[in-house]
């Protein structure tokens, strides 16, 4: 198997490769989703210059990342899964980025966590783009509701996020997601992962979150 640090390097010039096809000059971010992955596998990639991560679980990220962090204090990491409101504290002091906030009661228990702890932490809204029922997200038609509500609680909005149905072509998804955060003013689009980054650029993702691969499969 490769090492990680080539697949970093790949990982990168097919970002790059994407963005200049697009003819996008703008910033893309690359998470690094290290979910179910240990410190082991991580550290090389931190070693090979990759600084921000994704993690979905609360607890997980709170067992690992304090200690890797320790090392390198300029590690942003995103919580990229569900949130569960009772987790809110928790998520607000650990967390950079949060990527999963999709409904009202989320909204008021992140407010007052962040007024708590005196820390911002900008938000992506999750749209639940395929209308799936088991997939969390917002429905399209309550987005513009739950973005009045979160610029009322004075939330930080980074813009929306999305994961699109398995295994249909991923591009319509994409392009509604863009139409959906231009028609809401917002800028950024947090969406592709490993078998979709490169579309995901092309309709123009900022953030892609990619696990697989960097990291290989998971178990
Ligand atoms: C696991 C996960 C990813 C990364 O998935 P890969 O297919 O391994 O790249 C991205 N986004 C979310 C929300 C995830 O849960």
Redesign the pocket.
């Known amino acids: 198997m490769d090492r990680p640090e080539t697949r970093l390097e790949n990982v990168n010039a097919r970002i790059t490769a994407a963005a200049k096809l697009a003819r996008r000059t703008d910033p893309i971010t690359l ?1 690094a ?1 290290s ?1 179910t992955h240990s410190a082991e596998a991580i550290r090389p990639l931190i070693a090979a210059g990759q600084r921000v991560f ?1 993690e ?1 679980r609360v607890q997980e990220a709170q067992a690992k990342w304090p200690a890797l962090r320790e090392a390198r204090p300029d590690i942003a990491l995103h919580l ?2 569900q949130l569960q409101s009772n987790k809110a504290d928790e998520a607000v002091s650990l967390f950079d980025c949060i ?2 906030l999709d409904r009202s009661s989320l909204v008021a228990a992140l407010a007052r966590a962040m007024d708590k702890a005196g820390r911002q932490v900008p938000c992506f809204v999750q749209v639940n783009i395929g209308a799936e029922e088991q997939k969390g997200g917002c429905a399209i038609a309550e987005l513009p509701a739950l973005l009045a509500e979160a610029r009322a609680a004075d939330l930080p909005l980074a813009g929306l ?1 999305c ?1 699109p149905p398995f295994g249909i072509e991923p591009a319509p998804f994409f392009a509604l997601l863009g139409k959906l955060a231009d028609d809401n003013g917002l800028a950024g689009l947090s969406m592709g ?3 979709d ?1 490169e579309t995901a650029i092309t309709l123009g993702a900022t953030h892609v ?7 290989g499969a ?1 178990e």
């Open positions: 998470i989703v979910k994704g979905n990229v899964g990527h999963s996020m994961v992962m490993s078998d980054f979150r990619v696990g697989s691969a960097l990291f998971r």
